[in-house]
């Protein structure tokens, strides 16, 4: 069956959409990140849609990765930017992400991947 032009239109905006979720970074490969580098850890929410959200409104998706963690009685989604070398690498950048996902620079948070990699192994990851 051949598609009209609108309706091929609507399959490649809907499987670029699909692509463009698809490229945040999920948990397993933060695990396989240096635990001796850097991320910036942008916010943690209640509800894994509103990761979405922020990142859709940044041109390089696949530079976030998100994961989750147990919060006292809930799930807690977590979502984080780049991964550093050093602290200072990450700190230089915060402003510029911040402005870039609508956050305040004050709230995102440099964070060595250790702390991140034994987060990730408490919790059960989707």
């Known amino acids: 069956m051949l598609l009209g032009r ?9 499987l670029a959409g699909a692509a463009h979720a698809q490229s945040v970074r ?22 894994r849609s509103q990761l979405g959200k922020i990142v ?6 696949e530079s976030f990765a ?6 006292r009685d809930q799930l807690l989604y977590v979502l984080t930017y780049g ?6 690498q990450a700190d230089a950048v915060r ?5 870039a996902v609508g956050l305040a620079p004050a709230q995102l948070w440099t964070r060595r991947l250790d702390s991140v990699q034994r987060a990730i192994r408490t919790t059960l990851q989707p």
């Not at 859709?56 to 998706?61: A, G, K, R, V």
């Not at 991964?83 to 200072?88: D, I, Q, T, Y």
């Open 6 to 14: 609108a309706g091929c239109f609507l399959l490649m905006w809907c």
């Open 83 to 88: 991964v550093f070398e050093h602290a200072g």
């Open 56 to 61: 859709q409104t940044h041109e390089n998706p």
């Open 26 to 47: 999920e948990a397993e490969w933060l695990l396989r990140q240096d635990p001796n580098a850097f991320t910036l850890q942008l916010i943690t929410v209640s509800n």
């Open 95 to 99: 402003s510029e992400v911040a402005e």
């Open 66 to 71: 998100r994961f989750r963690v147990q919060g």
